[in-house]
């Protein structure tokens, strides 16, 4: 896909319901969806181009993947078992409690949940993408052609190969738009 601008190739904008922007609360799984749909254009790079030809712009993608990941470990108590149910920042990112509010042994453990949390975010994007590429080659060419979809239009063509509907794993917010 060519980008018609200088801007980012391409996005997937979420824009949370009102229910869940008025809460402000995300579950655990809602968090780990967002974290796959996030890498979802780095890794139809490497499927549809390879590892060595993936480009530099989803470098922001990753970058918003890390966050979320760092605060669903460190903020949100959603470690899997090393730290537990402990919030180790403050929502503006800085050691919670103070400075030292989390040791260096702790910190080393935070970055290990992190990239776990980011692998396997990376691998069930990968599994999706790779079960779904006849979808993922014509959502490319809609893009190319037409260069927003909208979750309507995602619909139709998930429609097109599934149907009697999609299994939970597939579907995707009402409120998503690819661009």
């Keep these: 896909i060519i980008p018609r601008t200088n801007g980012a190739g391409g996005f997937t904008l979420f824009t949370p319901s009102e229910e869940r922007l008025e809460s402000g609360m995300y579950s655990k799984r809602y968090l780990e969806g967002q974290l796959s749909v996030a890498l979802g254009g780095r890794v139809a790079e490497e499927i549809i181009f390879g590892e060595d030809d993936v480009t530099t712009g989803a470098?922001?993608?990753?970058?918003?993947?890390?966050?979320?990941?760092?605060?669903?470990?460190?903020?949100?108590?959603?470690?899997?078992?090393?730290?537990?149910?402990?919030?180790?920042e403050s929502p503006d990112g800085n050691g919670g409690f103070g400075p030292a509010a989390a040791s260096a042994v702790?910190?080393?453990?935070?970055?290990?949940?992190v990239t776990q949390l980011c692998a396997d975010a990376y691998a069930a994007c990968k599994t999706m993408l790779l079960?779904?590429?006849?979808?993922?080659?014509?959502?490319?060419?809609?893009?190319?052609?037409?260069?927003?979809?909208?979750?309507?239009e995602m619909q139709a063509l998930v429609s097109k190969y599934y149907p009697d509907g999609v299994n939970e794993k597939m579907k995707m917010p009402a409120e998503a738009a690819l661009m």
């Design 106 to 113: 702790v910190e080393a453990r935070i970055d290990e949940e």
């Design 131 to 152: 079960d779904n590429r006849i979808l993922l080659d014509e959502l490319t060419e809609m893009l190319v052609e037409k260069e927003t979809v909208d979750y309507q």
């Design 59 to 88: 470098s922001s993608d990753l970058q918003q993947v890390r966050n979320i990941a760092r605060r669903m470990v460190a903020q949100w108590g959603y470690s899997k078992d090393k730290l537990g149910a402990t919030s180790w």
